[in-house]
């Protein structure tokens, strides 16, 4: 079997990318393609200063998504031990943790305890609706966090032109600094190697070195009326 590597290097003197398949043993070059873009996007949320790598959106929000995960798998747990809680058996065995299984469905043996049925579920005493509530105030919070759904859903009914255009500019504030790294370095970058790979294909014409793409957002043409807004106030 042969393992291969997959390299983008920049090559300073040509001021290009080289794409390259390389042989993980012996870094024989299978493959070399110039390009005069880098084809890997790489966008930074956000970045301490002296920073290079920065850090995403995730990183910020690991501890809730934890915390998210391990309540609904308790939640889940719960759910089957009310559905299909364990079953006690009288028999003449004493109950030992080690060998023991709480599982739903499972039957765990006692000792006869005199008064008592012989067969019986065992009690429950979990909050299931304190669980979900948990569920839903974290999730909530997360949607919050990662800028889902900004403008509201559907089902609120019907909203008006400039309700959502204030969602927006609201929606807009809160990425705060980020915004103009998502427009530097992710937006740019998406719109450049586009056409460049279009350009690559034949499928339009090479653009002159002198003319420039500029593009725009609704988010930035929101926050220019706001701009322009105050001015004129």
């Known amino acids: 079997s042969v393992s291969f590597l997959v390299a983008t290097v920049y090559d300073e003197k040509k001021h290009n990318y080289h794409y390259m398949i390389l042989d993980k043993g012996d870094y024989t070059i299978w493959m070399d393609i110039e390009l005069n873009y880098n084809p890997f996007i790489i966008f930074r ?3 301490l200063a002296g920073e290079t790598w920065g850090r995403g959106i995730i990183t910020d929000n690991i501890g809730t998504i934890k915390t998210t995960n391990l309540m609904k798998a308790d939640v889940l747990t719960a759910s089957q031990r009310v559905i299909a809680p364990p079953t006690i058996v009288h028999s003449n065995s004493i109950v030992n943790p080690s060998n023991t299984d709480f599982a739903p469905n499972s039957i765990i043996t006692v000792k006869p305890v005199a008064g008592s049925s012989p067969i019986t579920t065992l009690p429950f ?32 009914g019907q909203q008006t032109a400039t309700e959502v255009s204030s969602r927006m500019q609201l929606y807009a504030n809160k990425i705060g600094s980020p915004y103009s790294r998502l427009q530097r370095e992710c937006l740019s970058r998406v719109i450049n190697n586009v056409i460049n790979i279009l350009t690559t294909r034949g499928l339009i014409p090479k653009l002159p070195d002198n003319i420039k793409i500029a593009y725009s957002s609704p988010i930035l043409h929101m926050q220019k009326q706001q701009d322009f807004q105050k001015t004129m106030q």
Do not use: H, M
């Open 125 to 156: 005493t979990g909050n299931l609706p304190f669980g979900i509530e948990v569920i839903d105030k974290e999730n909530q919070q997360l949607n919050t966090e990662l800028f889902n759904d900004p403008i509201g859903s559907v089902g609120q």
């Open 45 to 47: 949320w956000s970045k």
